[in-house]
Each structure stands twice: as C-alpha cells, then as structure tokens.
C-alpha cells in the first residue's frame, strides 16, 4: 500500500538552506513530486522527479531520491520569507491510470 | 490558460444537513480528482475519475458522499447526510492524465472549498 510521511514543522533563518525530508513505502512508484501550499490557497507543483533519477537542481531548489531507502529530501538554498508555506511530498503510482498520494505536509516557517 | 474552477469557496451547514460541490477542471484534462484535506493533515482521495468514468473511489463514503462527472468535464461531490468529521477542505485537481518521460502527470489545482459542519 501506499504511505508517505513527513516531519510536520521546520523553521529557518532567512538566508539559510531548509531540507524537507518525506519517506514512501510503494517501490513502484514513477514519479516523486513536491507541492506547494500557501495559506487558503490549492496545491502548486514547485518540482518532480522521475524515478529513475537520483538528483534534480531546479535554481535554488534541489530534489534528492534514494530509491534503496525510499526517502526523498527538497533542498532549498537561500530560503527567503516568501519560501513559508505548507510542502507536501507525493507520489505516482502508474498502471493504468496515475493515482496521487500526497503525504502530511510539512510546514516551513522562515524567520525573518 | 484558466485554472479550475471549484465553487462555493465556503459553505457552513448544520450535521445531517446536505451540501454540493462544484468542480470545472482545465479543459482537456481527461483525469479529475476530489481530495479531501483535513486541517493540519495531507489531502486524502475520495475520488478519481478518467473522462467520464470512475477509476478509483476506493476511500470514498459511499454511504453519505457520492459524485459525478458530467459528459467528462464538469464534476459535483455530494455529501449527505453530513457529519461532523467531514468539515474539512474539499479540493478539486485535474490533470492530463499519466506522467511521461517528459510530462510528469501534473495535478493542478482549484482554490478549494472549506466545509463546516456544525
């Protein structure tokens, strides 16, 4: 079955790098996503990966996936105040039509 | 490009009251999804349509909630009659269906609608 966890609450300094971590348990994942949430506002996707790949750098934001353990991280670099919202990693489980779990969600509060 | 539209963006009612839900997803977008999202929790799926048909309601209370997809496009979520553990944010996403090599099966989302059951 599906499951993705993660921590709910991280809080950085402005200027400083913040590390979401998010662990799955389906191996037959295809694609690893993470969304973004701001307040009274729907989901945005911010980055994805394909699960074939290791590491993705999108400008300051760097996605790592370690298949072996399931786990996947978002590394944002130079967190600024406009980074603070609510970050859900997820899951695409392909076949014959994508299904989509998102995990908890994990609170990024940046300090000004 | 309009985005998806979901309405009302907020409804309060009394429990075993009933409410509606509408949804209007990006055109073209042959899959739609209604997630439920409780506070402080990870949007949970109720229900997965691929055109008109369903595909996965697996998690869905079919004694009280049900939904449809009109001719493929618009959907409504129905609950009836509602409890109090379905306040909650109903949020409404479509896509263009599976992820490729070079489209990773994007969901985009509608701005929600917040339920409370009182």
Same mark, same amino acid.
């Given at each position: 079955g599906e499951d993705v !966890?993660?921590?709910?609450f991280l809080s950085v300094r !402005?200027? $400083?790098?913040?590390?979401i971590n998010c662990t799955y348990t389906d191996s037959s994942s295809t694609y690893l996503y993470w969304y973004k949430q701001e307040p009274g506002a729907g989901l945005q996707l911010l980055t994805y990966i394909f699960s074939n790949m290791d590491m993705k750098q999108d400008q300051r934001l760097t996605v790592l996936l370690n298949k072996k $353990?399931?786990?996947l991280s978002l590394r944002i670099a130079d967190t600024q105040t406009g980074d603070s919202a609510i970050y859900f990693c997820a899951e695409s489980i392909g076949g014959g039509y994508q299904k989509v779990t998102f995990g908890t969600g994990t609170k990024l509060q940046v300090i000004p | 490009e309009a985005g998806v539209? @979901?309405?009302p963006r907020y409804k309060i009612i009394e429990k075993r009251q009933s409410v509606a839900f509408w949804c209007n997803p990006?055109?073209?977008?042959?899959?739609?999804?209604?997630y439920q999202q409780i506070l402080g929790q990870g949007p949970k799926l109720l229900i997965q349509f691929q055109n008109n048909g &369903? &595909? =996965? =309601?697996? @998690?869905?209370?079919?004694d009280r909630f049900?939904?449809?997809r009109l001719k493929g496009v618009d959907s409504t979520l129905k609950i009836q009659p509602a409890k109090l553990e379905d306040s909650a944010v109903y949020l409404c996403a *479509? *896509?263009?269906g599976h992820g490729t090599s070079s489209s990773p099966g994007e969901l985009f989302f509608g701005e929600g609608s917040r339920l409370t059951v009182l």
């Open positions: !966890e993660q921590s709910l !402005e200027g $400083d790098s913040s590390v $353990d399931k786990h | 539209a @979901q309405s990006i055109s073209g977008h042959a899959t739609l999804y209604w &369903v &595909v =996965d =309601d697996s @998690q869905l209370p079919k049900s939904a449809e *479509s *896509s263009l």
